[in-house]
C-alpha cells in the first residue's frame, strides 16, 4: 500500500500561484508514476499532471497551458504541482495518485491505483 497526503490547498485570487504537494508513505515510492487529477463540482475527475519514477513528465491536460509545473523529489517521496496564473475555471478538489509503472504510461484516473484524500483550490476572481 502507498499513502498519499496532500497538503492543505487554499484561497487565491485570479492571476495568482499556489503550490501543492504531496507525501508518499508505506510500501516503496519507486516505480510509481505520481499524477495530479482534479474534480470540479458537478464535472467528473480529470486528469492534470503526472511524472514517472524517472523524471519522464506526461503531457499535461491542454488547459494547463503552461501555466502548471509537476515535479518529484524521490529521496523525499513527494511529488508537488506549481500552479501559476490560476484562473476561477482552476477550483477544484486537487488530488495526488500514484501508479505502479507496467512499461507504459497512463493519464486515465482509473489506472491509477493510489488516491490521496484531496485538497480544495478555490481560485477568486
Known amino acids: 500500500q502507498v499513502q498519499l497526503v496532500e497538503s492543505v490547498g487554499g484561497l487565491v485570487q485570479a492571476g495568482g500561484s499556489l503550490r501543492l504537494s504531496c507525501a508518499a508513505s508505506?510500501?516503496?515510492?519507486?516505480?510509481?508514476?505520481m499524477g495530479w487529477f482534479r474534480q470540479a463540482p458537478g464535472k467528473e475527475r480529470e486528469f492534470v499532471a503526472a511524472?514517472?519514477?524517472?523524471?519522464?513528465?506526461?503531457p499535461y491536460a491542454d488547459f494547463v497551458k503552461g501555466r502548471f509545473t509537476i515535479s518529484r523529489d524521490n529521496a523525499k517521496n513527494t511529488v508537488s504541482l506549481q500552479m501559476n496564473s490560476l484562473e476561477p475555471e482552476d477550483t477544484a478538489v486537487y488530488y495526488c495518485?500514484?501508479?505502479?509503472?507496467?512499461?507504459?504510461?497512463?493519464?486515465?484516473?482509473?489506472?491509477?491505483?493510489?488516491w490521496g484524500h484531496g485538497t480544495q483550490v478555490t481560485v477568486s476572481s
Open positions: 495518485a500514484a501508479r505502479y509503472e507496467t512499461g507504459w504510461y497512463s493519464t486515465n484516473s482509473r489506472e491509477y491505483e493510489y
Open positions: 508505506g510500501r516503496t515510492f519507486s516505480r510509481h508514476t
Open positions: 511524472i514517472t519514477w524517472s523524471g519522464i513528465r506526461l
